[in-house]
């Protein structure tokens, strides 16, 4: 049986990381694999996260298996930390919450509890979005549907055609939106932007589904959870997912977190029954190490103010490196403007190239980016800035 199957083309970020991997150019930059760096070009392990762990090998006394939804310990801390601990959806015990396999487990566990809800569910996705969201819904037998989000003239959100394309759809449609610092582009929806989301869904009886993979590297903790909250607020359902891969720097330890807000309390029990019967049969249980330290730094003052400062440096060099990025091009002879960069949010942005741009600069001067121009801006530091500004002048006046 198996000589009949065909070899599936590889994914191109990850064929462009083994590229670069193998590239010997002394000043190779990476600027295409989603990872936070500093300024030595590692991803380090956070301090607080290093803490952590440390107490955890004293103190773990098992190995032994959790349950479907996780540790209730974990779950209860994040939904504290994403809704903020006084949020009505929790006082009145309208939400289930399930610890996953990161953030892509949260999206794919989402995805089977809507289809189990409705054989007809479209799911409304921005154009454009993370790569991996139309296999994650999709491959769970959900329609996809999209909405205009980015133009790549304007350099903005075409926000007018966004919620034309929002009125289209149907009532009990679902419409996934980017909690912040948006993946790919960067541009993120302003508060008055949300609310007017929030009242043309809530007209047409859609349902909120809120991908917050990026809280605290946008704006702040509290700033980036703004339309997640506003939206939990007012709808009598809604699912969200979050990742601890990026805030807390847990990228390999699958860490991420389901969350399903119910009319009520008797529903949201439910919904959950549905929910971990699904997890039951796709994974069965989670890993446990990541949530663990989560769920210490949450639950230890000093650890939290710890991890909170190192983020609040991590959020801060993030916009700084947009600041002097657009600085050092400005500074050059290129003609074009590059401002777009310093008011976006987060560690990605089109930079606004074409692909056959983006190969030269891989080709000419080992700087890697995928086709569509999508740069992690993390991956900049001063030692490499005029480096690669240089090499964007070079490629644009040519």
Not at 230 to 238: H, K, Q, V
Request: net charge negative; aromatic share 8%.
């Amino acid at each position: 049986m198996f000589e009949h199957l065909s070899a599936v083309p590889q994914d191109p970020i990850l064929a462009m990381l083994a590229s670069y991997r193998e590239d010997t150019h002394p000043q190779k930059i990476d600027l295409g694999i989603g990872v936070y760096k500093n300024d030595q070009g590692d991803t380090p392990i956070m301090r607080a996260v290093q803490q952590a762990e440390a107490r955890l090998l004293q103190s773990e006394t098992t190995k032994s298996y959790t349950a479907p939804a996780g540790s209730p310990v974990y779950n209860e801390r994040v939904a504290a930390l994403v809704f903020g601990a006084e949020h009505p959806v929790l006082k009145d015990r309208r939400v289930v919450s399930a610890q996953t396999p990161g953030g892509c487990g949260a999206l794919r566990m989402a995805a089977e509890f809507l289809r189990g809800c409705s054989d007809r569910s479209k799911v409304w996705v921005s154009t454009p979005t993370w790569a991996n969201h139309m296999p994650l819904l999709g491959g769970a037998g959900l329609q996809i549907c999209q909405y205009p989000y980015y133009d790549h003239d304007l350099k903005a959100i075409d926000f007018d055609a966004m919620l034309s394309a929002l009125e289209t759809a149907d009532r009990g449609d679902i419409v996934l939106l980017h909690g912040c610092c948006h993946n790919p582009s960067g541009a993120d929806l302003n508060r008055e932007q949300w609310l007017a989301v929030a009242e043309l869904m809530q007209r047409k009886g859609l349902i909120p589904f809120v991908d917050m993979a990026y809280q605290g590297l946008g704006s702040g903790l509290d700033e980036d959870a703004y339309g997640l909250r506003m939206l939990a607020e007012r709808f009598p359902e809604m699912v969200a997912a979050t990742s601890c891969s990026k805030n807390f720097g847990l990228y390999r330890e699958r860490t991420g977190t389901l969350f399903i807000i119910a009319a009520n309390a008797e529903q949201a029990a439910t919904a959950g029954s549905q929910l971990f019967s699904k997890i039951r049969s796709h994974y069965s249980m989670p890993p446990s190490h990541g949530a663990a330290i989560v769920e210490t730094i949450l639950g230890d003052p000093a650890l939290n103010q710890e991890w909170q400062t190192e983020l609040g440096e991590m959020r801060e060099r993030i916009s700084g490196l947009r600041q002097r990025l657009v600085a050092s091009i400005n500074a050059s002879d290129i003609d074009a403007d590059f401002s777009f960069i310093e008011r976006q949010f987060g560690m990605f942005s089109f930079l606004g190239i074409n692909p056959q741009q983006v190969e030269r600069l891989r080709l000419n001067h080992s700087i890697y980016m995928i086709d569509s121009s999508r740069m992690n801006v993390a991956g900049l530091n001063d030692a490499c800035m005029d480096y690669f500004v240089s090499a964007l002048r070079e490629v644009l006046n040519s």
